[in-house]
Each structure stands twice: as structure tokens, then as C-alpha cells.
């Protein structure tokens, strides 16, 4: 599973007052804890107005490459932001996030080509966010056929089917196990990600429902997710249903994750 | 750190992967192959079945140990066999007639052939004429073992060390049991001479009745 950590929000009330503030020390405590809770990206987001986007995240991604070794997830809704922010990164990460929407495949695709750099892309275009299953695997092959022209290779790419909230569906999570398992059987190596929590807006014990449906999108062929790894009730989930689903081979990932103290009950 | 001692601690750690390669560079550095047998991986075996006793790790990390050592027993056996080195001795081990469970069986055989012995293993549901048959090709196998994990085949227990004594062998071997339901009193009220309540004390167990723990 890659875990991608999500802590670095500022859209986070208790990350935006540190952005504020420009106090580094939580920032970088953010960055550390999740890196040894085993994120493999660290996500930053200013979630700040424009014309300062671009120097927070400069600042957010200054810190956490001083902090930790882990790659860096640039997250912004400004598509131009993720591409201006690539040559602040020493080394390779995730462009988060580019949709069927506008220009945002143009102005990211060309920049990464050729590059280890891999993507995350929303199956949403100006459209919006499209109601079927069908819908959205349209919206995904013109992703794939834009990839392919600049030879973005499909395990470069995380697709984010777009997970809605359960309260307003009236089929579960049929629809986008749908989507997950279609994308997975035409390209094996692709990867298929999302934000686990916005399964549970608007709904009490978030936490339960987060975790059952990383268990049954991680079935669906879901293997990396934009999450808090310092929730070690979603990663115990996460490691448990990597070895039900035989990726574990002795459960020895389980075993280990347990011995190092990130799942299971805290010892006291 | 030596060779040896990397071999055990990767044997240890159920690096099967690493173990067949250090046991080479070993024997590249004329270390003996009986030296790297019983201080590389025996005694790794050793310390990953009193860390199994003591709930100290979990059984998938002593299945992997042993894979790692039976990795590096592959390398070093033709070398053992050219030097005349022999294992301590040779096991019989079987779930009895009318039980098909192996997973404990296989664990305590894993465990048996970590501490050095050679095992013939003869499967489930091992009728009483099996394990006589093997014991007369045999005669060198001073220890039979026996696993039942049922209390309704615990009997045939019974009838298995029976079989054994009417086919007139029971004073050429011992003959140890296990199994969830079985206790050191079932072993004694039926007449054998060794109870083990996991693999890893099987394996000490089997040491103790060739007499050589």
C-alpha cells in the first residue's frame, strides 16, 4: 500500500493556524511523525489564497525535506502551482492532482514526461463529477489517451475514482468498486488511490466506516491512499487486509508493523 | 560480525534469501561444515524456538526461520555428506490413523530438523502398519512421534504405541506425543516416554530421548 500522509493541510484548522504563523517546529514534527509511521509521500497543501500559494509552499516543502528523506506529494487545486512547484523537490514525487478538468493535463503531463515523477488524476472533467460508472471510465480513457501521448506510463499514474460521501448514496459503494475494478483490469500496474474520509462526511464513528471501506476498495484493486498515517486503526486495517488479500506473504509486513509498535493496541 | 554469526542471525530473521549465499562464503573461508551447521543455523533454530516458547514471536517467523535454514542446508549437505557428517539421528513422525490435521505436525517436523535430526515424515492419517513398516526399514530411528489434534483420535494413540509393541519394536525406539488435546498425563497413562505441548519443545524433547541434550 502507498500511503500518502495528509497531515500538511492547511485546510487542517490546526495545520492552517501553524501556516499562519509560520511555525515551523509543528510542521516539522507533522512531516517526522508521519514519515515514521510509514507514509512513502508526505502530502503539502497551503490551502491559502493565491497570491501567497506559492511561497507557503515553498516554505512547507523546504521544511519537510530538511525534516525527512520521504518524497514530497505537491497538492494544490492550481495545476500551474503543482508545475512551478516541482523544481523545489530533490527528488521525485507526486503531482497531486490533475482531472479531465481544463488544461491541467497539458500543463502537467509535458512538465513530467520524462521524469520519475507520478501523478494522481481525478476522474472529473468540466463536466463535473460524472454520476455513472461508464461516465467516469470515459473520463479516465481520456486520461490514459493523454498519458500515452507523453508516454506517462500507467504505473506513473494514481487514479482517484473520486470515493463520495455514503450518506447520499443510494448503492453503497457499488459504482466506484465498479470504476476501481474495470481501470484495474485494463491496466494491472496502474494505481487506484483516494481520500478514504470523504466516505464518512456527514456520518458519526467516522473512523469505522473509513476503515471498511479501505478494506473493500483495497479488494477492488485500491493500493494507495491519501490518509493520516498517525491513525493506527486505518493502518492496522490496512496491513490486515494486505495480508487477507495475500500480499503478506507469511504476514510478516503485519508482524512487523506490530513488533514496531505502529498497529495494534497501544502498550502502555 | 563472523560469518557464522551472520548466518545465524539471518536464519534467525527468516532471511532465506541471503542464507544459501553466506553459507558459500563460509565454506569459501574453510569454515567447517559441521561448524556452520550446528553454530550457524542449529543454534539459531535453537534461540527462534525458545523465543516461539516464550510468546515472543509468532508462528508465520518460525516457519520463515526454517525455510531460511533448510535454504542454507541445501548448500551445505553435499559438503556435510563428503565429511561424513551425519545428523544426530533419525525421527518417525506422523499424525495418527483417522486424523488429517498436519499444520502442528509439519511445525514440530520444521522444529525436529532444525535441531539437526533427520525427519521421515509420513503425512496424516498414518495407519498403525505404516509407522511398523517404516520402523523395520528403519532400525537406525531411535524415536517415533506421534501427533493427534482430535479428542475423538486421541485413541488411536493408544492403538498406534500398541500396534508398535505387538510388532514386538517398542523397546528399539521411544515414542513421544503431541497435540492440542493431549497432556503429559494422557502421554504417561498410555505408556509413552515423551509429551511436548509445542514444536519447539518437540524438538528438545527428541534430543532428550536420542540422549544427546
Known amino acids: 500500500m502507498i500511503i500518502i500522509g495528509e497531515k500538511i493541510n492547511g485546510s487542517i484548522p490546526s495545520t492552517g493556524r501553524a501556516i499562519a504563523a509560520r511555525d515551523e517546529a509543528f510542521i516539522r514534527d507533522l512531516a517526522i511523525r508521519q514519515a515514521e509511521a510509514g507514509a512513502d509521500y508526505i502530502d503539502v497543501c497551503a490551502s491559502v489564497d493565491d497570491d501567497q500559494e506559492m511561497e507557503v509552499m515553498k516554505w512547507l516543502i523546504d521544511i519537510v525535506q530538511d525534516a525527512v528523506d520521504t518524497p514530497i506529494a505537491i497538492d494544490s487545486p492550481n495545476a500551474q502551482t503543482c508545475v512551478d512547484c516541482i523544481p523545489f523537490c530533490k527528488k521525485p514525487g507526486i503531482v497531486n492532482s490533475v482531472s479531465g478538468e481544463g488544461d491541467k493535463m497539458d500543463l502537467v503531463f509535458p512538465v513530467i514526461a520524462d521524469t520519475k515523477w507520478e501523478v494522481i488524476a481525478l476522474l472529473s472533467d468540466d463536466t463535473g463529477i460524472p454520476k455513472s460508472a461508464a461516465d467516469r471510465l470515459r473520463v479516465f480513457d481520456n486520461i490514459m489517451a493523454k498519458a500515452k501521448e507523453y508516454n506517462i506510463a500507467p504505473e506513473r499514474i494514481h487514479i482517484d475514482p473520486l470515493v463520495e460521501m455514503l450518506c447520499t448514496s443510494e448503492e453503497g459503494i457499488a459504482m466506484v468498486v465498479e470504476v476501481m475494478t474495470e481501470i484495474k483490469k485494463r491496466y494491472p500496474t496502474i494505481h487506484i488511490t483516494g481520500a478514504a474520509s470523504n466516505i464518512s462526511f456527514n456520518l458519526p464513528a467516522r473512523k469505522i466506516l473509513n476503515q471498511v471501506f479501505m478494506t473493500l476498495a483495497m479488494n477492488a484493486g485500491m493500493d494507495s491512499a491519501i490518509l493520516d498515517p498517525l491513525d493506527r486503526g486505518m493502518l492496522g486495517t490496512i496491513y490486515a487486509t494486505e495480508a487477507m488479500l495475500g500480499l503478506d506473504d507469511y504476514c510478516i509486513e503485519y508482524i512487523t508493523a506490530f513488533r514496531e509498535g505502529r498497529i495494534g493496541p497501544v502498550k502502555k | ?213
Do not use: W
Not at chain 2, 489434534?149 to 514386538?168: R, V
Open chain 2, 1 to 213: 560480525m563472523s560469518i557464522v554469526k551472520e548466518i545465524a542471525s539471518a536464519v534467525e530473521a527468516g532471511k532465506s534469501k541471503v542464507v544459501g549465499g553466506l553459507v558459500e562464503q563460509a565454506l569459501n573461508e574453510g569454515i567447517e561444515p559441521s561448524v556452520i551447521l550446528n553454530d550457524g543455523m542449529i543454534s539459531a533454530m535453537g534461540i527462534v524456538g525458545e523465543k516461539f516458547k516464550n510468546n515472543e514471536i509468532f508462528v508465520p517467523e518460525m516457519l520463515i526461520a526454517a525455510r531460511a535454514m533448510k535454504k542454507g542446508v541445501e548448500v551445505l549437505q553435499p559438503h556435510l555428506a563428503k565429511q561424513g557428517v551425519e545428523p544426530i539421528g533419525k525421527v518417525i513422525l506422523g499424525t495418527i490413523s483417522g486424523d488429517l490435521h498436519d499444520i502442528g505436525k509439519n511445525l514440530v517436523g520444521m522444529m525436529i530438523e532444525g535441531a539437526g535430526f533427520k525427519v521421515l515424515d509420513l503425512g496424516v492419517d498414518v495407519p498403525p502398519e505404516k509407522f511398523i513398516e517404516v520402523m523395520k526399514e528403519n532400525p537406525d530411528c531411535k524415536v517415533v512421534a506421534l501427533s493427534a489434534l482430535l479428542t475423538s483420535t486421541m485413541p488411536a494413540l493408544t492403538s498406534t504405541i500398541k500396534a508398535i509393541e505387538e510388532a514386538g519394536l517398542r523397546d528399539t525406539v521411544k515414542i513421544m506425543v503431541g497435540g492440542a488435546p493431549v497432556t503429559q498425563a494422557f502421554a504417561d497413562e498410555i505408556g509413552a516416554d515423551g509429551y511436548s505441548e509445542d514444536a519447539a519443545s518437540a524438538a528438545e524433547l527428541a534430543k532428550k530421548l536420542y540422549g544427546v541434550a
